[in-house]
């Protein structure tokens, strides 16, 4: 396993108290795990050579969060109190189900759960960032000194983020074509799909932002990751969009949207956020150089040999973590 990629996957779990919604596990819970990853590779390296059993593998934590709010390394001073309110307030948010009546699209969003979202700092840079239902986010944990793959820089790890990203929305079912800018993240460009490539007039007035990137670093371990947009909503009022209470990244005169926005008369199962979990982690192996591309991989994706997916409760229950301790994460 030590040439493999493990994956750990934060399902939501049923809500018993709403029975047709999901309850999704917090981004404190994500946090927590990620932690732990973080000290079991930090504690290995610390290690005498002499002494070391085999080195933890390689991970990545994929999860989509209840309704978070995050704030940037750059924001010292703390938020108004009206802003904190706002930003706290009720959020009736669900998946963006396309046309001209879907959530999210400035249509009727009844049915829709409320959540309230909560609010945290992140040791990344930026400013506020949402995270939420209709997302995924990818938190690699590995050692960017590591034997088993060529040694990574920041620039290096940061680029290895963004180029999965884009290899992943260019292949089907998204086909999406997605790019960087000189600011963090993976962009496309409206009505940009992999068939346009070679017709549609770049037009930089219109890039949108798909994939948010944070990346933080504790002696070549890595933590925090990529944050792709499935189908959360990205348009309408305040109280369904949770884009409209912010300033995405402090970014301004820039947009946020995501693969349902770009993709909008596309089938809802091609929008599957286990799909694309699936498909960004086999990528993201390959691009480790864990393991080979399958035959045809250019259309299909890289083989998924070389990840094997985790039963979170048997890796929680190996780290002594009590079943009451976890459910209050939820």
Partial sequence: MSSSLRHIRLLPSLNQSAASHPSYPSYALATR?????????LSWKAQPPSTRGPPPPPTLLSFTP????????????????????????????GEWRGG?????????NEGAPWFTPITTHAPRGGLTTYHGPGQVVFWPVIDLRAPTYAPLT?????????KTTIATLG??????????????????????????WNTTKENENDERKIAALGVH?????????????????????EDANPWARIVA??????????????????????LSEETLARQWAAEF?????????????DEKGPDEGPVWDVDVGDLLRGWGWGWQAIFEYY
């Fill in 171 to 196: 292949r089907r079912p998204w086909g999406l074509r997605g790019f960087t800018t000189g600011n963090p993240g993976v962009w496309v460009r409206h009505g940009e799909s992999r068939a346009e």
């Fill in 285 to 297: 192996a390959q691009h480790l150089g864990l393991g080979p591309r399958a035959d045809g991989a």
């Fill in 66 to 93: 209840a309704p978070t709010y995050t704030f940037g390394r750059r924001q010292t001073e703390p938020l108004a109190a009206a802003e904190l309110e706002r930003l706290r307030a009720p959020l009736r948010t």
């Fill in 249 to 270: 990244c402090g970014l301004g005169d820039k947009g946020v949207t995501s693969i349902a926005h770009e993709l909008r008369d596309y089938e809802q199962h091609a």
């Fill in 154 to 162: 920041v620039r290096d790890y940061a680029c290895l983020l963004e």
């Fill in 33 to 41: 795990i990620q932690t732990q990853l973080q000290l079991d590779l």
């Fill in 100 to 108: 001209r009546g879907g959530a999210g699209a400035g249509g009727n």
């Fill in 217 to 237: 670093l504790r002696r070549h371990v890595t933590s925090l990751g990529v944050a792709i947009n499935v189908n959360v909503p990205v348009t309408g009022p």
